[in-house]
């Protein structure tokens, strides 16, 4: 009897033993979901403001061409060549959305435009109406950006930033500056395509997406595209009149149309494929486009549904509860029958504690594979993450940032100084940037160069004040490799420069005609006084030829580089290229090289504008003089290509040909292995682009000395379209 009392008593402390651990199970998994709630809810905090960054930088990169566009000489006197500048920067800018630019007279009775296609034209209309023209008119906004509200038009959500333009800029047409105002620069954005292409792409979790809205509470984006361009308090009750959006509509209105960044949850009615009443979870960050913080601030938001959080935590309890809820009938209903078997109880007992160990095991390993799937978000980025304190010692950091600074796991890095990694003088100046995030408790922005093992870096980064611990500061840091975009716009200043000094070129080819003219002019009249057969009379007719073929030369070399009205559409190859040979003979002469020509007859006319097939075939014969150096054969041959609609045109040297560990390199803007002051590096690279332009391919094949010293050289193959001549097809604006 005692042993039964015992093991009874036993019973009743063991089911309550259990329903305390299930309450402390179930209190548990409440906190735990919390946590990782909110910790997930940090992480699209993180996206967001990633996403605000990227778009206010693309507003900002607008706002700098539209500036730079503005200061060009061709823009401000409306010359004939208005179009060039804005054909250079457009493709620059038509990532970011801009389809459309325009150039107003200062009367406001002609648009001078420009689309995406680099297709240029002209308006007629009463322009002076608009909003963005009286203000840009006005003199107190001179130097100013004008930003619109966004409005539908074109079948699109577009907005637009103007900025008057004054006669400041001086060129050889313009020598002195009037100040008077010319007009008015508009650029016209699909303000859609500008922020989709930064929301499109991010994936919070499994289905969690981004949306942007503007300060109106207008969806400029949304994975759902009849969302697009409607009211978001409408929309949503349009589409699930019986769920009530109270929360989200408090939390758009008074947070995030007020500029304010955050995190909280909503119900929503439904979730991509998903319906019904929704818990999402919702992070949220503002958009400045302007410097003034309160004008035209948009915000975007990072949303997911909780379910899928709250999946992985509780399909771990609730089948421990089951688990635990079945050995509490067990006990009850084989409570008497264990009385009479202690052994099989006993065994019973041990059993049901080997399961609940190894369910406990499969929980902790559940809860480490949700913890690596969280951390993806962060190692799939494909920017430098990382956490460092005031010390300048990094304590995490991802993937790719250890890739980045050449380690293969982030744990290598961890523990070093920013020091370590970086020259002092770029260490110096990120260290200022913590110490001002912490100092202020707000994100710091900037772009920078940095040096690292000898190398010069572009970064964009963001410092972002995260917490405290044990009373010392911990920034979250964000940066982006920019190099190749700082490099795009270091290429286009010096295209620019190349460009002025080119006219520079032609200016001083005109001087010259001046003294050639008069020395012809007296050579003439000393002929007519000199016996014919003297030896004076010879002499007089030798400098009278030679100043014959001085301005012959001079004649082309100005043809040459001045610009024409109109870009031709096709070209006859063999006419374009004896006349840039006219030019450069004289030069082959001088520097020992013999020329030989095969130019094939009737050739069709190829795709490309002369002038600029020009520029290519001369920079193509001026690498080729270079690299013969003491003397040797050009050869200069055209014919129809083996490919059917095509013509080639092939440039053959008896050089040194081109080094192997060159060979990948000749083709990128700035490289070079002249000397300093011989060369740009930037004639192959422009080259490649006029070609490339016009759907032709430009190669080459090289033998070095070192590979064949009986046979060397190089030869640059151009491969152009053919053009199937047609009635009203030969020309384009």
């Not at 002209?122 to 950006?145: A, M, P, Q, V």
């Not at 577009?158 to 620069?185: C, K, N």
């Not at 070399?557 to 063999?574: C, G, H, Q, V, W």
Request: net charge positive; glycine share 8%.
């Amino acid at each position: 009897m005692k042993a039964k009392k015992y093991i009874i008593i036993f019973g009743i402390i063991t089911i309550l033993l259990l329903v305390c651990a299930l309450f402390i199970g179930f209190m548990s998994a409440k906190r735990m979901e919390n946590i990782i709630c909110d910790d997930f809810n940090q992480q699209q905090l993180v996206l967001a403001k990633q996403i605000a960054s990227q778009i206010e930088e693309s507003v900002t990169s607008i706002k700098r061409a539209l500036l730079t566009l503005s200061l060009s000489p061709s823009i401000q006197y409306l010359e004939p060549s208005w179009a060039n500048p804005i054909g250079i920067i457009m493709p620059s800018i038509r990532n970011n959305g801009v389809f459309e630019t325009r150039l107003i007279d200062a009367k406001g009775e002609t648009a001078y435009l420009v689309d995406n296609k680099g297709t240029s034209y002209t308006l007629k209309g009463n322009f002076d109406n608009n909003d963005y023209f009286k203000w840009c008119s006005l003199k107190e906004n001179k130097g100013r950006i004008y930003t619109s509200g966004v409005i539908k038009e074109y079948g699109k959500l577009v907005i637009r930033m103007a900025m008057p333009v004054y006669q400041e800029s001086v060129d050889e047409a313009h020598p002195l500056s009037t100040h008077h105002f010319s007009g008015v620069l508009v650029f016209v954005i699909d303000t859609t395509s500008m922020v989709g292409k930064v929301a499109k792409g991010i994936k919070s979790g499994k289905t969690g997406y981004a949306w942007v809205i503007n300060n109106k509470g207008i969806f400029l984006y949304h994975p759902e595209k009849q969302f697009i361009g409607r009211n978001a308090f409408e929309v949503r009750r349009e589409k699930k009149p019986k769920v009530s959006f109270a929360r989200i509509n408090f939390i758009q209105k008074e947070r995030m149309l007020q500029g304010k960044e955050g995190m909280s949850w909503y119900i929503s009615g439904w979730h991509r494929e998903m319906k019904g009443k929704i818990k999402k979870l919702i992070a949220y960050a503002p958009i400045y486009p302007d410097k003034n913080r309160s004008k035209n601030c948009c915000s975007v938001a990072v949303v997911a549904p909780v379910n899928e959080i709250q999946g992985a935590i509780r399909s771990v309890y609730v089948r421990q509860f089951y688990v635990m809820l079945s050995i509490i009938v067990a006990i009850m209903f084989l409570g008497g029958y264990i009385m009479n078997f202690e052994s099989r109880w006993t065994q019973a007992l041990k059993e049901e504690v080997r399961i609940k160990t190894e369910d406990l095991r499969n929980s902790t390993e559940k809860l480490k594979k949700s913890e690596r799937k969280y951390k993806s978000l962060v190692e799939g980025a494909e920017d430098l993450i990382f956490t460092i304190d005031t010390e300048g010692n990094y304590l995490s950091m991802n993937r790719y940032a250890a890739q980045f600074f050449g380690a293969k796991f982030p744990e290598e890095l961890i523990g070093k100084n920013m020091y370590d990694l970086f020259s002092k003088s770029s260490a110096d100046l990120q260290m200022g940037f913590v110490r001002d995030a912490c100092r202020t408790k707000k994100s710091v922005s900037s772009k920078y160069p940095v040096e690292i093992g000898k190398r010069e870096y572009w970064f964009s980064s963001s410092f972002i004040n995260i917490r405290e611990q044990g009373g010392k500061c911990h920034i979250l840091g964000i940066s982006r490799d920019i190099t190749q975009r700082k490099k795009a716009e270091e290429q286009m200043y010096q295209t620019e420069k190349l460009a002025s000094l080119g006219k520079l070129a032609a200016g001083v080819a005109h001087e010259i005609n001046n003294p050639i003219a008069i020395i012809l002019g007296f050579t003439d009249i000393l002929l007519e006084r000199i016996e014919p057969k003297s030896k004076n009379y010879e002499i007089l007719k030798i400098i009278e030829r030679q100043g014959a073929n001085c301005k012959r030369i001079v004649e082309d070399l100005m043809s040459f580089a001045r610009i024409p009205e109109k870009a031709e559409y096709s070209t006859d190859i063999n006419q374009a290229l004896e006349k840039i040979i006219s030019i450069i003979q004289n030069t082959l002469l001088t520097k020992k090289i013999s020329l030989k020509k095969d130019l094939t007859d009737g050739l069709p006319r190829v795709r490309g504008d002369p002038g600029e097939l020009q520029q290519v075939f001369m920079n193509l014969i001026n690498n080729a003089i270079a690299a013969m150096d003491g003397g040797g054969t050009l050869t200069v041959s055209t014919k129809i290509s083996d490919y059917t609609n095509r013509v080639d045109i092939l440039f053959t040297d008896t050089g040194h040909g081109i080094k192997e560990e060159y060979r990948d390199k000749i083709f990128d803007p700035f490289f070079t292995t002249r000397k300093v002051g011989e060369g740009t590096g930037l004639g192959l690279s422009v080259s490649y682009g006029i070609i490339n332009r016009y759907r032709g391919e430009i190669r080459f094949e090289t033998i070095t000395e070192e590979e064949s010293r009986e046979k060397h050289g190089t030869t640059f193959i151009l491969s152009l379209p053919i053009v199937r001549e047609t009635k009203g097809i030969g020309q384009r604006a």
